[in-house]
């Protein structure tokens, strides 16, 4: 605990001296609006009861948090002006900023905290986020005490504005279904640093400055236009001709290749740490010869994550080997890294058994992928396994519900597939590897049935250790195990890229990208 | 009286079709693999087993396909199209938020290829053999043949960044300040690259039919009493021929209604023009099954509407069809 409250005492001190510095550097503009293109449609707006950064791109501006995160990772005071962790880490008081209102003018209190707190517990698919907590305490209007069954390390992360937006409880509290709630796509009633003016679906969102916001003099923008615009292309060719002024997610590796030569432009990589996407080839570990881990691994030494990475991704995705993001302070670089070998691959088969037949070929295995952009990977996967001869045959599905059919009833030998960590490991990495959480039916669980009961062991232990030091190095041996067991082999992060006008001061570009406030971000003149 | 008879005849007729439409649809829908629950899961980064269980026993997903048939059929009959998983909005209200967007790019794409695919049809027929007349038919095979959201694509880099003359998406620019007059030039300013994509494909089918049926026309008998009258060549060709070889384009402009919508799929798609096209797209991807049946069933209406209102349009410019 004396270790975050010392993190804390350190951010404080750096905040105040990031805030005096930005200042002295550029003057922040005020007013005018920000163009902002989204290339997926937002079920609704109401990040409390739906997951994804469709909906936390606009519920980000909404809906403020307890906390935000720098590019550290260092938490930041935002609707909770400060915060404590009991000793024992079995409570997290939060002392609630005093002067918050919602959009409709009610004040924000510990009840609200408390409502949102239990909504997202019943609603957010995000079981694990907030499991641990028993009850939320409310001592006085502006003091939360969150009540803990076991020490919950990953809770500090899920309290950003993606994962735990502040909702009203006169709103949401009227006995409706929070998940079909009218207002959370019409007449939201936020507490954020925007408010709702238009939500026309397929089309656009039109946010506009909310004045009683309660971070004084903030936002710098009056306006900010969310167009809907699904195709890369005119995305692209928008953000060139100066129609729009900010894109997150883009992963074309084409079009960002061409927008970072343009001028008017920035494109970065920088932001996606905590939503923290990896590409991996999953191996069915129960059934066929996947099962057996020479085989996984010789796979592994034939496939060379440098053709992955220059050839099909262009240059512009990292490495990455483990199933934590390599952005994420518990990711352990220590680990076999399978560089091509495929002498070694071959021995491995050779070793384990698989003779080779007539044709060069040892056995058959089929490779899926989840959508249209994992082809090329698949194919390739074909063409290098044919070396080590094993013969591979691409199964393509019609769409994603098709493709979630086959992989969660165990229907694959290999798949390709993109998962994000969502912030702590708790939340989006202990899914794939726990034997508990081997059911079929439901994508993204642990479908490659992998079973090892130190691995369970060791995510049971660090979710519940308060020690960072402790905590990374309880996932560092949880990563050598994985990684030589493999269940999956990570070859890259997701290349995805925010592309910005250089107009754009402050872009966002912390570790949740558009899903953190945009109180900060300004048009310059 | 005969006619009424076979005006009933043929709505009694339209209503099995569309019964079967419904009955067609929602089994095929149902045969597809997964449902709303997985992209549910998937757009919100994955979903526990209760969860997902909890989404099927919302959206009544776990009850037998007899039954949801027969919920859904007794809906229509109601006029409810049900509820949108994706949207959570009643499918009708969706349909009708996205109709007027749809209706504006597809009416106008098909009047603008009716009109100039006319004069060209008649224009090359007139001088089959002259320059202008094979540029139109390179023209046409070339309209035709490319893709819609290539073209698209090719008119966004030519006119949006290139020459920076229109907007890259969308049916209207939410920044722009003024009065009426300044936002229906911005409406029309979006307007125009969407329109001459889509119009492009129907153009080309245009001209090349009315030129065979123009230059079938200027060979029969009739023509050739009104050349030996001594009409004018214009009089000839405006008055007499033009009306007679109209029919098979109507025809096929009705009959091709259809297929104007599902052009719009994609010119939608590439502009962002925020309507139907988009709209079916989307909850196709999402699995939305009550909107895809809803649109499906609207397109299903649309179309037998239109031949219907062929049907009378052909009666109403060629007599011989009169009779029947």
């Known amino acids: ?67 935000r995160y720098d590019e550290d990772w260092t938490p930041q005071p935002y609707l909770a002006e400060s915060w404590e962790i009991a000793e024992d880490g079995l409570s997290v008081t939060l002392n609630l900023v005093k002067n918050a209102v919602f959009h409709d003018g009610q004040p924000i209190t510990s009840e609200d905290v408390a409502f949102s707190v239990k909504t997202i517990q019943e609603n957010h698919p995000f079981k694990t ?142 932001g996606y740490a905590a939503i923290g996407p990896l590409d991996w080839l999953a191996f069915n570990t129960a059934s066929g010869n996947t099962a057996d881990v020479n085989v996984r691994k010789a796979i592994a030494y034939a496939i060379d994550r440098d053709f992955i990475l220059n050839a099909i991704h262009l240059g512009i995705a990292d490495e990455a080997s483990t199933g934590i993001h390599p952005g994420s302070p518990l990711y352990s670089g220590d680990v076999e890294t399978y560089a091509l070998d495929l002498d070694k691959a071959n021995q491995l088969l050779d070793d384990a058994g698989y003779e080779k037949g007539d044709d060069g070929m040892r056995f058959k ?161 | ?130 320059w202008a007349s094979h540029f139109v038919t390179f023209f046409a095979l070339f309209g035709y043949s490319a893709p819609v959201f290539w073209t698209g694509i090719l008119l966004l880099i030519a006119f949006s960044l290139k020459i920076p003359l229109f907007p890259v998406a969308g049916m209207v620019d939410v920044t722009v300040e003024g009065g009426f007059i300044a936002k229906f030039i911005d409406l029309l300013r979006h307007m125009v690259l969407p329109v001459i994509t889509l119009s492009s494909i129907f153009i080309a089918l245009y001209s090349r039919l009315c030129r065979a049926s123009m230059m079938e026309v200027l060979e029969t008998d009739y023509i050739r009493t009104a050349k030996s009258k001594g009409l004018s060549n214009r009089e000839i060709v405006y008055k007499h021929a033009l009306k007679n070889s109209l029919s098979p384009v109507i025809t096929l402009a009705g009959l091709q209604f259809s297929a104007v919508i599902s052009g719009a799929v994609l010119v939608e798609t590439v502009f962002s023009w925020p309507g139907l096209g988009t709209l079916a797209l989307q909850s196709i991807i999402a699995r939305d099954t009550p909107t895809i049946l809803g649109i499906l069933f609207f397109s299903a209406l649309v179309v037998i509407v239109g031949n219907l209102l062929t049907d009378l349009a052909l009666r109403f410019v060629d007599p011989r069809v009169r009779g029947h």
């Not at chain 1, 909702?167 to 507490?191: C, E, L, R, T």
């Not at chain 1, 992998?450 to 990563?479: C, H, I, P, S, W």
């Not at chain 2, 099995?16 to 045969?31: G, K, T, Y």
């Open chain 1, 1 to 67: 605990m004396r270790t975050l409250l010392k993190q804390l005492a350190v951010a404080s001190a750096t905040a105040v001296m990031l805030a005096t510095s930005a200042v002295a550097a550029d003057e922040p503009t005020k007013g005018g609006t920000l163009v902002f293109s989204l290339a997926q449609q937002p079920r609704h707006l109401n990040p409390a009861v739906q997951s994804g950064t469709a909906t936390g791109a606009p519920g980000a501006q909404l809906f403020a948090a307890p906390l």
């Open chain 1, 129 to 270: 986020m907030f499991a641990p907590v028993t009850e939320v305490q409310t001592p006085d209007a502006h003091t939360a005490i969150l009540k803990l069954s076991k020490p919950h390390p990953a809770l500090m992360l899920a309290m950003s504005s993606q994962l735990m937006p502040i909702i009203p409880k006169h709103v949401y509290g009227d006995g409706q279904d929070p998940k079909a709630h009218p207002q959370n796509s019409d007449d939201v009633v936020g507490s954020g640093p925007f408010k709702l003016v238009e939500f026309k679906r397929d089309e656009h969102i039109i946010l506009e400055r909310f004045d009683d916001f309660f971070m004084e003099g903030r936002p710098y923008l009056d306006k900010m236009v969310m167009r809907i615009i699904k195709d890369p292309s005119a995305r692209a060719i928008g953000l060139e001709n100066g129609e729009i002024h900010l894109s997150t997610f883009e992963v074309v590796a084409r079009d960002i290749k061409r927008l970072q030569k343009v001028d008017s432009l920035t494109a970065t990589p920088d």
């Open chain 1, 365 to 525: 295995l089929s490779v899926d992928f989840g959508w249209p952009e994992m082809k090329p990977k698949a194919e390739y996967t074909k063409a290098a396994l044919k070396k080590i001869g094993i013969d591979v045959t691409v199964r393509s599905s019609p769409d994603f519900p098709s493709w979630a059919k086959r992989i969660s009833n165990y229907d694959f030998d290999m798949t390709w597939d993109t998962v994000f960590n969502w912030g702590d490991p708790v939340i989006g990495v202990h899914r794939t590897y726990q034997s508990s959480n081997i059911i079929p039916g439901v994508i993204w669980s642990n479908t490659q049935s992998y079973k090892n009961d130190r691995v369970d062991e060791l995510m049971e232990m660090a979710g519940v250790e308060t020690d960072e030091a402790k905590r990374a190095e309880l996932y560092a041996e949880f990563q050598k195990i994985v990684t030589d067991e493999l269940p999956l082999y990570t070859t890259n992060t997701l290349p995805y890229h925010t592309i910005y006008n250089n107009k754009v001061g402050n872009p966002p570009i912390g570790i949740w990208a558009s899903s953190s406030p945009m109180d900060l971000v300004y048009i310059k003149e």
């Open chain 2, 1 to 130: 009286m005969n006619v009424i008879s076979t005006i009933l005849q043929r709505v009694l007729w339209a209503a099995l079709l569309l019964l079967a439409v419904l009955i067609l649809n929602f089994s095929m829908m149902h045969l597809a693999p997964g449902d709303i629950a997985d992209t549910i899961s998937q757009s919100m980064g994955g979903a526990d087993a209760t969860v997902m269980a909890q989404i099927r026993s919302d959206y009544g997903l776990d009850k037998p396909f007899i039954f949801q048939l027969g919920t859904y059929i007794g809906k229509v009959l109601h006029f409810d199209l049900g509820y949108s998983y994706f949207y959570n909005q009643p499918v009708t209200t969706i349909i009708f938020e996205k109709l007027p967007a749809t209706l504006l790019l597809v009416l106008t794409a098909q009047i603008l290829a009716l009109i100039i695919g006319v004069l060209l049809g008649v224009y090359s027929a007139r001088n089959r053999d002259g």
